[in-house]
């Protein structure tokens, strides 16, 4: 069982930036992707980004790539999402999810996550 914390959410103006974290504890965190989903209001879960257990390997959705940055720090037991001029559409509750090493080395469905967090509101204001 891995248990997954997201904090570093809040109110943001539109152009600013947002860096946000996830605590993970339960397991070995290297052995587990991880990535970063969003849900905005009346909207499906999309992915946004994901980094392979080492750090090596990462993917971006087409709307975020240039703006955000994800990074995994093993010795802490955490990921992170720094979040650079954002935009009102980035507006969602975040969440990170774990996948297991049998899932592939950075997935990008969330179907292919094993453990979520609750999530973290972040608003960007126009």
């Known amino acids: 069982q891995v248990q997954l914390v997201e904090s570093g959410g809040g109110l943001v103006q539109a152009g600013g930036s947002l860096r946000l974290s996830c605590a993970a504890s339960?397991?070995?965190?290297?052995?587990?992707?991880m990535g970063w989903f969003r849900q905005a209001p009346g909207k499906e879960r999309e992915f946004v980004t994901s980094?392979?257990?080492?750090?090596?390997?990462?993917y971006y959705s087409d709307s975020v790539k240039g703006r955000f940055t994800i990074s995994r720090d093993n010795a802490k037991n955490t990921v992170y999402l720094q979040m650079n001029s954002v935009k009102p559409e980035d507006t969602a509750v975040y969440h990170c999810?774990?996948?297991?090493?049998?899932?592939?080395?950075?997935?990008?469905?969330?179907?292919?996550?094993?453990?979520w967090g609750q999530g973290t509101q972040v608003t960007v204001s126009s």
């Open positions: 999810a774990a996948a297991g090493s049998h899932r592939g080395l950075a997935p990008r469905t969330s179907g292919n996550y094993d453990y």
């Open positions: 339960g397991r070995t965190f290297s052995n587990y992707a």
């Open positions: 980094i392979s257990g080492r750090g090596l390997t990462t």
